[in-house]
């Protein structure tokens, strides 16, 4: 897959700031009026093509992967992120969810990354699912899936170390790491329903949690109808709304237009879709127009020539 770390970043990137505009907005709504291009200003009051934190805390990881993989440093990167407004679209900080903000408060406060993230229930919010894309690259050639779980698990628990929250970002990676492989959608699909199963059989993972991802894992969530999936903040929902874009969708713009306009966490749900969709259909399918109007585009690209030079020989 040649450039697939420049398609999937700037695919979250462009992803997230379509979805900027119409955070919280509901889907009746963007029916009525759907999101076809980049807009500005509205829910956060943002110029065009600004991203949020979704693109920032993966631009983090990103910037990080490229010096090697130290969990520390990725905790302390998000640290700058929070205080110094580091990898935000114009200099400061503008959106952060609850479980990310109570993670971060404990890395100022000196924990180490390995045991800041909140691992209760409520705490399943798809703040570590927007973000771990990048981890796709640095383990597209890891042949133990036990050692890849693991390192997909240290860097959702940062700040959500809940299981279901890991197992959510589990199974975005390795579908993730078979596009970069350049199979077929379909075909990557099918193997990390089969992969991811019986991964949680095998461990002996909570039953009653592995339960929650039916939809995904032991039915097709790309047969369900748009009234049967969800769009809210809750990583489930974010998983299997993404997911189903995906799989319902013949290029990139369709892919992310379908996402951002099914309402609610319309960035998250857009930037999760997005890196996906970049990697399948290449940076080239993703809207020249989109691109120019990225804030910071020229970091970004950096970023990825970076990421790209390091991971993928």
């Known amino acids: 897959m040649d450039n697939a770390v420049k398609a999937g970043i700037f695919g979250v990137c462009i992803g997230d700031a379509l979805g900027v505009p119409v955070e919280f907005k509901k889907r009746e709504d963007l029916k009525k009026a759907p999101v076809t291009k980049m807009l500005e200003y509205m829910s956060w009051n943002q110029p065009k093509g600004t991203w949020s934190d979704d693109s920032s805390l993966t631009l983090c990881l990103a910037d990080e992967l490229t010096k090697g993989y130290d969990l520390e440093k990725i905790g302390q990167s998000f640290v700058k992120w929070n205080k110094y407004g580091h990898w935000t679209a114009h200099g400061k900080l503008f959106d952060i969810g609850g479980t990310t903000r109570h993670s971060i408060a404990r890395l100022i406060k000196g924990e180490s990354a390995k045991f800041s993230g909140n691992i209760f229930e409520e705490d399943n919010g798809n703040g570590s699912l927007m973000r771990i894309l990048p981890l796709a690259f640095y383990l597209k050639d890891e042949e133990d899936i036990e050692k890849l779980y693991r390192t997909v698990k240290e860097v959702s628990s940062i700040t959500h170390g809940h299981f279901r929250s890991v197992f959510a970002c589990f199974i975005y990676v390795i579908f993730a790491v078979e596009l970069i492989k350049g199979k077929d959608k379909t075909e990557a699909y099918s193997y990390i329903r089969e992969t991811a199963l019986e991964f949680a059989q095998n461990q002996g993972f909570n039953p009653n949690e592995i339960i929650l991802f039916e939809r995904i894992l032991k039915n097709d969530i790309s047969i369900y109808s748009e009234d049967e999936i969800k769009s809210s903040g809750y990583v489930l ?22 996402a951002v306009n099914l309402g609610e966490d319309t960035d998250t749900t857009g930037a999760i879709t997005g890196g996906l969709a970049g990697i399948y259909y290449g940076f080239e399918n993703i809207p020249e127009e989109w691109v120019a109007e990225l804030v910071r585009k020229e970091d970004i690209e950096n970023v990825c020539i970076k990421l790209e030079n390091k991971l993928m020989k």
Do not use: M, R
């Open 237 to 258: 929902h974010t998983l299997e709304a993404s997911l189903w874009c995906f799989l319902n969708s013949e290029s990139y713009a369709e892919a992310v237009l379908k």
